[in-house]
C-alpha cells in the first residue's frame, strides 16, 4: 500500500453520495494462485489473508437485512476461500444473484477440477479475467501458460452451457489494457473478442466488460518504478467525463474486505478508506443497511479512473 499513498492527497474528483444498495462485493482474501501485473489487489501465491466462517455469517445476516440483490465475490482468487462453497450455496438458497470473478485458471488446480460444475449447478453469474484474445498479450500481463490455461477453462465453462443463449448461465470476459492507458470503446472490443474468439477457438460469451487499470497496490507500484504514476492519474484526471458520476459502481454497491470491514468500493479497500470517509471502516456486522441511501462517498484522486473516458466500473463501460 506505501506506493500508492500519493492517491490519499486532497482530491479536485467531484463529491457523490450513495443510492439504494443493490449490491454486496465481497474480497474472501488475497490468496491466488496467479500475479498478475494489473492486479490492483496485490494478491498472489503467497498471500495468507482469508475470511474466516464467522465473518461469513456476519455478511449473509447482512443480505438478509438489506435490499441488496446480488453478492459478487472477488479476491484473490475468491474460490480458494475455503467457506466459498458455503456462501454460494447458502445465498443461492435465500434467491440471491452470485458473482464469482474468476481467473479462469483456478477451475485446472489440484483441488478445484470440480469447481466448474459446482458454479454451474448453482447457477453463478462468472465473471472471467481474459485480457486480450492474444495469448502474448495475456501470458505478459499474467504469466508464461495462462492464456492456453484460460482457453481450456472457457471450452469447459462453454461445455456446461455457460455464454450459450438461453442456458441462463452467464459468462462475462474482463478486458484490462496492457499497461497505463485508458481502455478503448466495450461496444467494438466485444465485437472483436466475440469474431476472434469464435473464429479461432470456437468460444462463445455473453457479453466484456473493459476496465480501467486502477494506479494502486501492484499496478501502482509498477507504475511508480518506471516513473509513469503521476503521469497516468494526470491522464485519468484530464479524460475526467462528469456524466460517468450518475452510473459510478460506489452509489449502489458496498465493498466488504476479507475481515469484514466495510468500504465504498474495492479500490477504496485496496487504500485503507473507510466507508463515507470516516475515521474507520465499520464491521458488516454492526453496519445499518438502511442508513447507507444518502451518505456520502469517500473519494480521492484515483476516482477518476471510474470516470474517465468510456468510464468504468465492476460493471464494465459507463
Known sequence: MHACLPLLQPSDFPSIIREQLETVQVNLGYRCNQSCLHC??????????SMERDTVEQVLDFLRRSTAATLDLTGGAPEMNAHFRYLVQTARERGVTVIDRCNLTILEEPGYQDLADFLAAQHVEVVASLPCYLEDNVDSQRGNGVFQASLRALH????????????????????????????PSQVELEAAYRRELAARYGIVFNRLYALTNMP?????????????????????????????????M???????????????CDFNQMLGLPLGGGKAAPCIGE?????????????????????????????GAL
Do not use: M
Open 250 to 264: 460506489c452509489r449502489s454497491l458496498i465493498s466488504v474486505d476479507w475481515q469484514g470491514r466495510v468500504h465504498d
Open 40 to 49: 490492483h489487489v496485490g494478491a498472489g501465491p503467497t498471500r495468507r489473508e
Open 156 to 183: 469447459k465453462l462453454n461445455d456446461l452451457g455457460y455464454g450459450l443463449e438461453g442456458s441462463g448461465l452467464l459468462l462475462t470476459l474482463v478486458y484490462n489494457p496492457p499497461g497505463p492507458v485508458l481502455p
Open 287 to 315: 453496519l445499518e443497511p438502511e442508513r447507507l441511501t444518502g451518505a456520502p462517498i469517500a473519494v480521492a484522486d484515483h476516482c477518476h479512473g471510474c470516470t474517465a473516458g468510456n468510464g468504468s466500473s465492476c460493471g
Open 216 to 248: 494502486i497496490q501492484r499496478f501502482g507500484s509498477t507504475l511508480i518504478s518506471r516513473g509513469e504514476f503521476h503521469a497516468y492519474l494526470d491522464r485519468l484526471r484530464a479524460a475526467h467525463r462528469g456524466e460517468n458520476l450518475a452510473r459510478v
